[in-house]
């Protein structure tokens, strides 16, 4: 009979078992996490993008309700539309 020795350096099939269920558990917190920032990230640059929209609208609005002569306001109910008529050159040059 062949005489071994139990002095053989290594890890048991438990051991690797709960290091892999470790590493799992700790590579889907990550993952999670990793996920949440992503969305709060999006989130965040569509809000930007609405606001940007938004100033731009408000400025066009500013502008234009500036270059104006008159307004007419059209509407029945809850319906009701705003006309804005520019200033003519010929207006303007005269300083009216």
Not at 6 to 28: K, M, P, Q, R
């Amino acid at each position: 009979m062949v005489n071994r020795t139990h002095n053989a350096a290594g890890f048991t099939l438990i051991e690797l078992i709960l290091a892999l269920a470790l590493f799992s558990f700790v590579l889907l917190i990550v993952t999670i996490g990793l996920i949440q920032i992503i969305h709060l990230y999006q989130s965040g640059l569509a809000a930007r993008n609405a606001q940007a929209n938004s100033r731009t609208a408000f400025e066009e609005i500013s502008r234009l309700s500036r270059d104006v002569s008159s307004v007419q306001v059209i509407g029945a109910g809850d319906i009701m539309a705003v006309c804005l008529f520019p200033i003519s050159p010929t207006t303007d040059s005269l300083g009216l």
